[in-house]
């Protein structure tokens, strides 16, 4: 396919044909996570979730792979007509109207079709790439192994060539008749959806035996807990409060092995400004280094080459931060700070 975005008869929007949105079909496509793939066989039809792979750089294909024993990806395999759909939820609409309310979205439907992968090396560079778009910073041999001989030619992997594609996209608020109107009886509005993590995936730094992640569902808050009520800084956290820290805040979870010895969290809008707190080492573990390293791992995130800065505040830990690049505020003066009235006198800002 020359032009991806090209569309004939099936794939030309007939209902709100305003939300074409061709010119996104490679961001979508690129940014999603799950591919629905519909095909028909003996007057059946069938519609099958597959995470893929998608590179902007070969525009025309789509990358799904499986066991050798899918029947689906072995009949794909034939060149039968299927198409792939993906979806990308952005927020959910809601009016004063009852037929109004929707949703934001952005999606991409292909059509084409399928033939079988057989070039090992070709297999092993795609299922390489395909792990580093979904987990960014990961690195074959370095965080994890790659698969051997056995395991590639015990995976069945197919290229879905795109023929045709189009794509659709809604945004804004509701559209109902009176949600324009301020006073109107009833709410309207958006509730925006998105990941946990906002832009950025899970990463993961290495050095054995010693792992940093941001996976959020690695962190068991009771020892997080344990380790952070003790600080000097937390003598008002409650467990519900930790809560909400660790929903709110780019998490940073040292471990040995699987055991939590260590934690920071990045208080972010994940645009401009970022706030590191909650830095803290178990006891056990202090003097080999380790603080100084998840300090190095927060500052290699992607997400610091879209910041303009990163504050912190501490106590008698400046020479630490300094180290990894942290300075005083040339213009201290600009900074103000406001504290409520419940915790002024509180010993933590002393």
Known sequence: MSNPSSCEIRSTLRQHPERACNDAIQAILSEGYLAHVGYSEKDQTYIIPFSYQYDPSEPDMIYLHGSQASHTLKYLATGVPACLEVTQMDGLVYSRSAKYHSMNYRSVICF??????????FKQQMLDQMIGRYYPGRSADQDYDSAPEAQLKGTLVVGFKISQASAKQRQGGPKGPNDAQTFAQGQCGVVPLKASEPNWRPALWNQSPFQISTEKNRIEPEKLYALLKPTYWNDRLTPDGLLRRIENSLCFGLYHETELIGFARLVTDYDSFAYLADVIIAPDWRGQGLGNWLVACILEHPIMTQLRWCLLSTRDAHE????????????????MVYIPPHMQGDPSFQ
């Open 320 to 335: 630490i931060y300094r180290k990894q690049g942290f300075q005083t505020h040339g213009n201290p003066e600009k900074l």
């Open 112 to 121: 084409g079709q399928c033939e079988e992968i057989t070039d090992l090396a």
